[in-house]
Nanobody, 124 residues
Framework: QARLVESGGGLVQTGGSLRLSCVAS????????MAWFRQGPGKERQFVTS????????YSADSVKGRFTISRDNAKNTVYLQMNSLKPEDTAIYYC?????????????????WGQGTQVTVSS
């Protein structure tokens, strides 16, 4: 059974950094495009960043470009999200997701395996 487990969330001040991890089991992430999404209070789940199976292609939302970096270690079956220069508007539950496909998707509907999420709160 495929499972994704996120960790690394927490409370951080504006301008701070966090590194999220997503450990997969039941699948080999080297066969999947991987992504991070987030859902803020009262908002729909939105795309943050995605990476192709070998990590050669990445896409990021404009709101996080230059601040967030997705990376993957296929040998450890783990995906990471390095978040720098955090802002209060980054406060959300962050979800890891996996997709079968040629190009890493940027839509919620592109992904069929999801983690349970980890809370990130940025204080002003």
């Amino acid at each position: 059974q495929a499972r994704l487990v996120e960790s690394g969330g927490g409370l951080v001040q504006t301008g701070g950094s966090l590194r999220l991890s997503c450990v997969a089991s039941g699948i080999t992430i080297g066969s999947y495009n991987m992504a991070w999404f987030r859902q803020g209070p009262g908002k729909e789940r939105q795309f943050v960043t995605s990476t192709s199976r070998a990590g050669g292609t990445t896409y990021s939302a404009d709101s996080v470009k230059g601040r967030f970096t997705i990376s993957r270690d296929n040998a450890k079956n783990t995906v990471y999200l390095q978040m720098n220069s955090l802002k209060p508007e980054d406060t959300a539950i962050y979800y890891c997701a996996a997709q079968i496909g040629w190009e890493p998707g940027t839509s919620v509907d592109d992904y069929h395996i999801w983690g349970q999420g980890t809370q990130v709160t940025v204080s002003s």
